[in-house]
């Protein structure tokens, strides 16, 4: 079992910065693949970020591509998004998931998932 905790949400304006991270515990979180999730009021969850166990590989939806970077530093038992050039449309709570013994993409079905931390962005 594996706990997830995700930080760094908050209000910015667009154009704006922020920096999330999904820290776990119970478990290290080396043995996860990790995707960033996202739900908006009133829509389905979307699809942010993937990143595979030790970072070699990443997968972006187009709406976030060439703006958010998301990364992991296994040590720290983190994984970061960072976020730039925030947009209004990018509002929503954010999510942390891990997949037990990935060994494929796309990700099915994930395993773990965090609370969520709220982002806000403000035109």
């Known amino acids: 079992q594996v706990q997830l905790v995700e930080s760094g949400g908050g209000s910015v304006q667009a154009g704006g910065s922020l920096r999330l991270s999904c820290t776990a515990s119970g478990r290290t979180l080396s043995s996860y693949g990790v995707g960033w999730f996202r739900q908006a009021p009133g829509k389905e969850r979307e699809f942010v970020v993937h990143?595979?166990?030790?970072?070699?590989?990443?997968n972006y939806a187009d709406s976030v591509k060439g703006r958010f970077t998301i990364s992991r530093d296994n040590a720290k038992n983190t994984v970061y998004l960072q976020m730039d050039n925030l947009k209004p449309e990018d509002t929503a709570i954010y999510y942390c998931?891990?997949?037990?013994?990935?060994?494929?993409?796309?990700?099915?079905?994930?395993?773990?998932w965090g609370q969520g931390t709220q982002v806000t962005v403000s035109s």
């Open positions: 990143i595979s166990r030790y970072g070699g590989t990443t």
């Open positions: 998931a891990a997949k037990e013994f990935p060994s494929s993409w796309p990700v099915r079905e994930y395993d773990y």
